[in-house]
């Protein structure tokens, strides 16, 4: 496994946590990072991503305002925090790191050549 996603758990609406992906065996500093997300009985979906250098984002727009990614290249780590939560923010989020662009790694349930595995969020109302 060379991608770990951590830091999910419950928490009541209007919450908050932050997600931690770790990359081991390998460096990822030079790839674009992202998250993605399942929620039961749907299809995976993009939620951010952040290019190798970090000054380009891009963001789902149900999270747009609420959700930040980060990365910390000398710590092969990236992160997200979540702010604001919602009950349909409830899923499995994943990790994934991409040599390619943003835009390649965003299309359907996402492109990628390695993914992480997920950590369950559950936000309740």
């Known amino acids: 496994v060379q991608l770990q996603a951590s830091g999910g758990g419950s928490v009541q609406a209007g919450g908050s946590l932050r997600l931690s992906c770790a990359a081991s065996?390998?460096?990822?500093?030079?790839?674009?990072r992202g998250w993605f997300r399942q929620a039961p009985g749907k299809e995976r979906e993009f939620v951010a991503a952040?290019?190798?250098?970090?000054?380009?984002?891009d963001y789902a727009d149900s999270v747009k305002g609420r959700f930040t990614i980060s990365r910390d290249n000398a710590k092969n780590m990236v992160y997200l925090q979540m702010n604001s939560l919602k009950p349909e923010d409830t899923a499995v989020y994943y990790c994934?790191?991409?040599?390619?662009?943003?835009?390649?790694?965003?299309?359907?349930?996402?492109?990628?050549?390695?993914w992480g595995k997920g950590t369950l969020v559950t936000v309740s109302s």
């Open positions: 994934a790191a991409t040599m390619g662009l943003i835009a390649t790694m965003k299309r359907g349930g996402g492109t990628a050549e390695y």
């Open positions: 065996s390998r460096t990822f500093s030079n790839y674009v």
């Open positions: 952040i290019s190798w250098s970090g000054p380009s984002t």
